[in-house]
């Protein structure tokens, strides 16, 4: 070593220690150079390699055109270095799973152009963006679940029942009892002996375990009935193209490469890529927590699983599904938990465990936390009755609320009324018409122009698909249904209409402008706008009429004042009306020239008048809050019941210009709200409760849900209801019945006043137990009621009050019942003045009992102060019974 370090670095050979100190320093410096050369030489190694590889891709990318795959479509640089697993290649396909799910998820719009967009991806899939993906040809839709996944999700372990009483043994209290209890029989063992020293100690741990017990059996029940309601949301279904037919597929069965279509109100169900003429706004709360909503378009097609299509519709080319989505990834579970108890010393064990002990269970015979568990078991049993009534509380404490409501603001369209739509009457032609003489009149000469014009105008603004029976339908879609079949009535066919035209743009409906167009070419008139939308916004904008040959012609003030006087007369007999007018060219501004217009009825629910009458006799007011316009809204009110002759019916528009003071004073006597914004049912919601009433809202449609959010209780429609109403609600109606709304009240009420009948007589029991014990023990020195007797009365009060309440099951009619606001207090006068007197009567005969009971009884012997005790804590518990 010496030699080599000489000879390599010329080291004197003066100091032996010198010289080994310098050769070992100048060792390390060399070392250290050379490993930092291997560095930087190793790194411009990767450089270049780097460098030489984007080379070789900016030369192939630019080549890439020039070269064709098998499918006969070119290769683009991407889809040249990236390579699909071999089971994937085997099957058919050109992508994977976790490709698919990059491009989604990071929102890859490069990478998606790199596979040519949807039409790429959906070749890549063995998909089709018109006709979807095939069921009879390979591969199957068995091939694509094992290939990409089903769309189902991994769900929360299932909580077996020995959970619950596992949780509930983390209460403080019941833990200190515990070890009150297993200390005590330890102690008791080593002075008293066995079996008598365990005798305090085991009786305290069977009272509490069993107490435990019935806690954690009420935990378990609610937590299947909650089990209950995801079973019911997963009941979900939506639009598919398959086949290259538009049919219905539960959103558990869908596949990698399905088009879905969605509308206003979806939820989407999978991550995947939007394709349409239009745009979506999407809200993307539920993964990003922005209020803020998203437009969905060709610069931003990226939609994710859970997500609420807010305005829009279109079709979506489903690229990842399940587990594999961005809301499959985001799923964490987990639960950690720890406690930390103290050891007591031995020391004089038996006195202070003996205080410790009675001075324990007085605290816990003196705050009744019996309540709690007798209000879970009582909404328990609620709960299930109304769901056996098929109303389901997504959130248990609904059901106290609704004994509280004072004010029910109720949507019309599908609560109030069937949602079954049929066109009655139309005006066409200067003409007002009946639908059976409708086919007849436009079908006549002087009008085929007329027709063409108006089959056009239907066809073309409605969402159609095939049944199996070879019929077109709308699915969904009460308003559609009802055009399409009365197109059909007047002979029209959808596809001989369709093939003519081609859609070059579609705007959806929405509640803000009252209208949805279509934007259409045809060789016979080039572009030409079709639009459908409320009569009275529509009649504004139009400035000419079809007259009977088909031709436009000019619509006069004078002929326009007419037209709408029709239109008011149509909606005073409870009708609602559609105007369908068009125009040419596809400018935002033109004039549009008038079709027709449609009445169409919509009749109301049955029994809905009687329940509006028992709410009102009730003492709760019923508001109808609709989008409709303003007398076909004061038309179905009056037929419900709603509208009386002292009730005011006001449109939306003139609340905003009535000033906050004339807005408390007019609220009270408003009956009916028409042409109601989604915004505008909210902000009515949140003056009402701003005045001190307790709202609730039904409702079924997405313009409803921000109003059944802002609602004390929100009530949906579980059939006609749309996804966006169901989340925001708090009980779901599950057969859309009206008359469900009243078993509600009926049930939180009798609800509610069990419950003040329960806090009464918990609140009775807990003052004798805490007063008796003090007093005696401050004048005797002993207490009458042990810690044993207390946590058993304490028991069995709990358990056989709650039986008593629930099986009683008083069916008293609605109007006899008090009404129950957010002014009235919970503990009313008689409550206080039975829990004084009860309380006054029973210490009074049990002090006199402690205190002088030996004389009275003439207890002498050995044995008496066991027997007056026994006497004392049998007359307490027959207080409790006869209070029961």
């Given amino acids: 070593m010496d030699a080599f370090l000489r000879e390599e670095f010329i080291i004197p050979a003066k100091n032996p220690s010198v010289e080994a100190l310098g050769s070992w320093r100048k060792l390390c410096g060399i070392v250290k150079n050379r490993w930092r050369r291997f560095r930087y030489t190793a790194n411009l190694s990767k450089r270049r390699q780097a460098e030489d590889m984007r080379r070789r891709n900016r030369v192939k990318k630019m080549k890439r055109t020039a070269v064709l795959n098998s499918k006969g479509y070119p290769r683009s640089f991407v889809r040249e270095m990236y390579q699909p697993p071999e089971e994937v290649s085997k099957t058919g396909f050109e992508i994977d799973a976790d490709m698919l799910s990059s491009i989604v998820i990071s929102r890859n719009s490069y990478y998606l152009k790199e596979f040519f967009g949807f039409e790429g991806i959906a070749r890549c899939l063995n998909a089709s963006l018109d006709t979807g993906v095939s069921t009879t040809e390979r591969p199957s839709l068995s091939v694509r679940k094992e290939i990409f996944g089903s769309n189902t999700y991994d769900d929360k372990p299932h909580k077996s029942f020995w959970t619950f009483p596992w949780d509930t043994f983390h209460d403080m209290k019941v833990v200190f009892l515990l070890v009150c209890a297993v200390v005590s029989v330890v102690l008791g063992m080593t002075i008293e002996g066995w079996p008598e020293g365990i005798n305090d100690g085991l009786g305290i741990m069977l009272c509490i375990l069993l107490v435990v017990g019935i806690v954690a059996i009420s935990d378990y029940k609610l ?288 509640s803000f402008r009252k209208r949805r167009e279509v934007c259409v070419a ?153 042409r109601c914004s989604p915004d505008d049912k909210s902000n009515l919601v949140t003056q009402l409760s701003k005045l001190g009433e307790v709202v609730a809202v039904t409702g079924d449609g997405t313009n409803d849900a921000p109003a059944l959010r802002a609602a004390h209780v929100g009530l949906a429609m579980g059939i006609a209801g749309t996804e966006v109403a169901r989340e925001g609600a708090d009980v779901v109606l599950m057969d859309d019945n009206f008359t469900n709304l009243l078993n509600l009240v009926k049930w939180g009420r009798f609800c509610c006043r069990h419950i003040q009948q329960l806090v009464q007589f918990q609140l009775t029991i807990s003052v004798v137990a805490v007063v008796l014990n003090f007093v005696s023990a401050c004048i005797s020195g002993f207490t009458p009621l042990t810690a044993l007797q207390l946590l058993w009365v304490k028991m069995i009060s709990d358990i056989l009050c709650v039986l008593v309440l629930v099986t009683k099951l008083q069916r008293d009619q609605l109007e006899d019942r008090a009404l129950v606001g957010r002014n009235k207090k919970g503990f009313t006068i008689p409550i206080w003045s039975n829990i004084s007197g009860q309380t006054i009567y029973q210490l009074a005969i049990i002090l006199i009992l402690t205190l002088y009971g030996k004389r009275l009884l003439k207890l002498s012997d050995e044995d008496a102060g066991r027997v007056l005790h026994t006497v004392i804590f049998n007359t307490f518990v027959l207080f409790q019974v006869r209070t029961m």
């Fill in 223 to 510: 937590y299947l009935q909650l089990q209950d309601l995801d079973e019911q949301k997963k009941k979900t279904f939506i639009h598919v193209t398959r086949d290259g037919k538009k049919q219905k597929c539960s959103i558990y069965d869908l596949v990698v490469g399905d088009v879905v279509h969605l509308m206003t109100g979806d939820i989407v169900p999978a991550d995947g890529l939007f394709f349409s003429h239009s745009s979506l706004l999407v809200d993307e709360s539920s993964l990003t927590g922005e209020s803020e909503s998203v437009n969905v378009n060709e610069e931003n097609p990226f939609l994710f699983k859970g997500t609420k299509v807010q305005d829009g519709s279109g079709k979506m080319l489903v690229a990842s599904v399940g587990m594999r989505t961005y809301w499959g990834t985001g799923l964490v579970f987990g639960k950690a938990l720890h406690n930390e108890f103290l050891d007591w010393s031995i020391t004089d064990a038996l006195k202070v465990l003996n205080s410790v002990t009675i001075a324990a269970t007085v605290l816990v015979a003196g705050v009744p936390e019996g309540m709690l568990l007798g209000e879970k078991l009582i909404l328990a049993f609620v709960a299930r009755k109304l769901m056996n009534k098929r109303a389901l509380l997504k959130h248990i404490s609904s059901c106290e609320t609704m004994a509280s409501v004072t004010s029910i603001c109720t949507d019309k369209t599908g609560t109030l009324t069937t949602n079954h739509m049929v066109v009655d009457r139309l005006f066409v032609c200067d003409e007002v018409i009946m639908k059976k003489g409708a086919a007849d009149f436009l079908k006549s000469a002087k009008c085929k122009g007329v027709l063409d014009i108006l089959l056009h105008s239907v066809f073309l603004n409605c969402d159609v698909s095939q049944r199996k029976d070879g019929m077109k339908t709308v699915s969904d879609c009460p308003t559609e249904s009802a055009l399409l079949g009365f197109a059909q009535f007047l002979g029209g066919h959808y596809d001989d209409i369709l093939h003519k035209f081609k859609v070059l743009r579609k705007t959806p409906f929405d």
């Fill in 522 to 674: 045809c060789p016979e008139f080039g572009v030409r706008m079709f639009c459908i939308g409320a009569a009275e916004v529509i009649l504004r904008d139009c400035t000419k009429i079809v007259c009977n040959n088909g031709e436009s012609v000019h619509f006069s003030e004078d002929h326009k004042e007419k037209v709408q006087d029709i239109n008011n007369e149509f909606c005073c007999g409870a009708l609602r009306t559609l105007c369908l007018a068009f125009r040419d060219g596809d400018d935002s501004c033109g004039d549009y020239t008038l079709i027709a217009i449609l009445g169409i009825s919509n009749p109301v629910r049955p029994k809905v008048k009687s329940v509006v009458q028992a709410y009102l006799a009730a003492g709760i007011s019923v508001r109808m809050v609709t989008g409709d316009n303003i007398n076909t809204a004061k038309a179905i009110a009056r037929e419900c019941g709603i509208l009386s002759d002292d009730g005011l019916a006001i449109e939306a528009s003139d609340l905003h210009s009535i000033g906050l003071k004339r807005l408390e004073e007019i609220i009270p006597k408003i009956q009916v709200v028409a």
